[in-house]
């Protein structure tokens, strides 16, 4: 390429993201001027970003998915506050120029106070001005990003500043670390001894590995960081794979919760080649065994709503047993605020799980006829989960009204575990609980 025979003049630049900026704004339109499917669930997503002004304003990203993949985005307005009363006038605005209140069926979020205060929150807020009960499907990215600062916190302490002492130190040292010659759990003598006299932990480690290097051979990963997780996860554990550099590391905002996680595991393997404390090695080793054992599956399998339910119990189950407890039960104290999909309306998501056997879905189905709470939860409360609990002990005739919404036959569920339209359509994504319409620009190291 010549690159003198390039304009590269401010004007030129400005000219060509101007036209880059219609094309998008017309791909847009079209996608508005589609066929829009009758079910839908209405997402929206809050956002800084930079003004005209120079300066950062609050936006919010408002979007519409539904069957066969259908995805809508409706505009990404400015938003004067973040109260919830602001959050659902400005969600609902876009909701109404494009006339599509009675189709929404679901709406998914962020599990932040102003989107689900009872009283104040957005969510409520919705469901009055239009009049019905919706599913609330919230977002179980953001519900695992709450679990990961948990336990980073209680290993590493809490960060003040905006930045994190030893992320700012591997980026500052990047140019001197040699990430071919890194230390996994196959090389190091402590780790080798731990998993070795700890059956829970090497049974882990070998589940994990097996996962990990399933998920990477399938290539379908939404974003770069995603994929980068798993590859670090399963080199960590003593997967085999190319010696090649690391990922320099990128943003280090006190938000991108998936970054530290990715930092935590580079750190633990080129921990040799870096100065850290005692103390710093021993919590960024707790992160990254954390991330690697057991938070990494549930990561990357937090969009798939229909299994969501049984994930939720078996990431409890396996936290009982963790060998490090001090970290799991920071992970279970946080999860148990966030048990949106053992609901007794999201329970119903599990009917369409292939994971769960016959046997346990003809009890689920049993239950269809059991009383429901007097309490309107949203959400199980955390003290009501054991060891021993079955997933058809979530399920109640409230669980009905899930069906009902979909306006789909809840007897289907007789069938179990044959493969009906409703669940080929949930599988597919159609009630997926995470969306991202806007990537996170340099949320990985």
Not at 244 to 266: S, V
Not at 275 to 291: C, D, I, Q, W
Not at 368 to 385: N, Q, T, V
Not at 402 to 418: D, M, P, V, Y
């Amino acid at each position: 390429m010549d690159i003198g025979s390039m304009a590269v003049s401010k004007s030129t630049v400005h000219r060509a993201r101007i036209a880059g900026k219609e094309q998008a704004a017309e791909k847009i339109v079209e996608l508005r001027n589609q066929e829009i499917p009758e079910r839908l669930v209405l997402h929206w997503d809050e956002k800084l970003l930079p003004s005209l002004s120079g300066d950062t304003e609050d936006r919010i990203a408002v979007l519409l998915t539904g069957e066969d993949d259908a995805e809508f985005l409706l505009g990404v307005p400015a938003s004067s506050d973040s109260t919830g009363r602001n959050v659902a006038a400005v969600v609902l605005k876009e909701v109404d120029e494009a006339g599509v209140r009675d189709k929404i069926i679901a709406f998914c979020f962020d599990t932040t106070a102003s989107n689900t205060g009872m009283v104040q929150g957005a969510c409520i807020r919705i469901e009055q001005e239009l009049g019905r009960s919706l599913l609330w499907l919230a977002c179980r990215h953001h519900v695992h990003e709450v679990i990961l600062k948990d336990v980073f916190e209680a290993s590493l302490g809490s960060s003040s500043g905006p930045d994190i002492g030893i992320f700012k130190r591997l980026r500052d040292r990047w140019s001197f670390v040699d990430s071919s010659q890194r230390e996994t759990v196959e090389t190091s003598e402590d780790l080798v001894e731990f998993f070795a006299t700890n059956d829970t932990a090497s049974n882990l480690k070998d589940d994990a590995l097996a996962f990990l290097k399933e998920a990477l051979m399938s290539k379908n990963h939404p974003r770069e960081d995603y994929e980068e997780l798993l590859r670090l996860s399963y080199l960590f554990l003593g997967g085999e794979g190319p010696a090649k550099p690391f990922r320099r590391p990128g943003a280090l905002h006190q938000a991108l919760w998936m970054a530290k996680a990715i930092y935590c595991l580079k750190l633990q393997m080129l921990k040799s080649q870096l100065s850290l404390t005692g103390r710093e090695k021993a919590g960024v080793e707790r992160v990254a065994l954390f991330v690697a054992l057991v938070y990494c599956k549930q990561w990357h399998e937090a969009p798939i709503s229909v299994k969501a339910p049984l994930n939720d119990v078996l990431f409890l189950e396996s936290l009982k047993t963790y060998p490090d407890q001090t970290v799991a039960k920071a992970a279970e104290q946080a999860l148990q605020h966030h048990l949106w999909y053992v609901s007794e309306e999201n329970a119903g998501l599990a009917f369409f799980d292939s994971r769960i056997d016959v046997e346990e879905k003809k009890q689920m189905v049993k239950a269809l006829d059991k009383p429901a709470s007097k309490k309107e939860l949203k959400r199980l409360e955390g003290k009501k989960m054991t060891m021993s609990t079955s997933l058809s002990s979530f399920v109640t005739s409230k669980t009905r009204s899930f069906f009902q919404k979909l306006e789909a036959s809840w007897q289907r569920t007789r069938h179990c575990g044959r493969r009906t339209t409703d669940s080929k359509t949930l599988g597919n994504g159609h009630l997926v609980s995470e969306w991202s319409t806007m990537p996170r620009s340099g949320a990985s190291p």
